[in-house]
T-cell receptor
Framework: GENVEQHPSTLSVQEGDSAVIKCTYS??????FPWYKQELGKGPQLIID?????GEKKDQRIAVTLNKTAKHFSLHITETQPEDSAVYFC????????????FGSGTRLLVRP | EAQVTQNPRYLITVTGKKLTVTCSQN?????MSWYRQDPGLGLRQIYY???????DKGDVPEGYKVSRKEKRNFPLILESPSPNQTSLYFC???????????FGQGTRLTVV
């Protein structure tokens, strides 16, 4: 079945710097890759997603890139702000007989003022 | 307001005492799922439902049951809770697997 690995587990950056979180997946047939942000005490919220027919997608300071050949996708946050501090999860959809999203283990991002 | 509502938010119970965590969504979503979140393990899917009366196991279904008798509700049932089910639980709903999932606020369960 699908397996998603996420790195790093923790990331500390200075305000204004960029942050990059990377994920790899195992099922070459997966075709949907969302990223979720979880603030303290809350449920995860979708921040951006990408489908397998697209290589890159941007939304203001956030971008996601997908390399289907290498089976990895990355989240890029530019000009980081303290409110970007949270836990970020990547996920990949399964395409076998099940119908699931498989999540990575999460990255705790700390943006230092 | 579009939302997923879970209850209770916090629960402390004893081993073996049956409990139910409720989940309700007001967005007419067909796909609903339950996850547990444990440190270092991310979100692991327990069960999911593609529509009324259609449910299937996720990656960690042991010790849990679900039902989907109505489109809006998807309760999680622990028939005989054990300490290893101490965790943070999230319910989520979406139109399909390939669209935004909306998560509830979470239920922190402690089994002693």
């Amino acid at each position: 079945g699908e397996n998603v690995e996420q790195h790093p587990s923790t990331l500390s950056v200075q305000e204004g710097d960029s942050a990059v979180i990377k994920c790899t997946y195992s099922d070459s047939a997966s075709n949907y890759f969302p990223w979720y942000k979880q603030e303290l005490g809350k449920g995860p919220q979708l921040i951006i997603d990408i489908r397998s027919n697209v290589g890159e997608k941007k939304d203001q300071r956030i971008a996601v890139t997908l390399n289907k050949t290498a089976k990895h996708f990355s989240l890029h946050i530019t000009e980081t702000q303290p409110e970007d501090s949270a836990v970020y999860f990547c996920a990949a959809s399964t395409m076998d007989s099940s119908y699931k999203l498989i999540f990575g283990s999460g990255t705790r991002l700390l943006v230092r003022p | 307001e579009a939302q997923v509502t879970q209850n209770p938010r916090y629960l402390i119970t004893v081993t073996g005492k049956k409990l139910t965590v409720t989940c309700s969504q007001n967005m007419n979503h067909e796909y609903m799922s339950w996850y547990r979140q444990d440190p270092g393990l991310g979100l692991r899917q327990i069960y999911y439902s593609m529509n009324v009366e259609v449910t299937d196991k996720g990656d960690v279904p042991e010790g849990y049951k679900v039902s989907r008798k109505e489109k809006r509700n998807f309760p999680l049932i622990l028939e005989s809770p054990s300490p290893n089910q101490t965790s943070l639980y999230f319910c989520a709903s979406s139109s399909t697997l390939y669209t935004e999932a909306f998560f509830g606020q979470g239920t922190r369960l402690t089994v002693v």
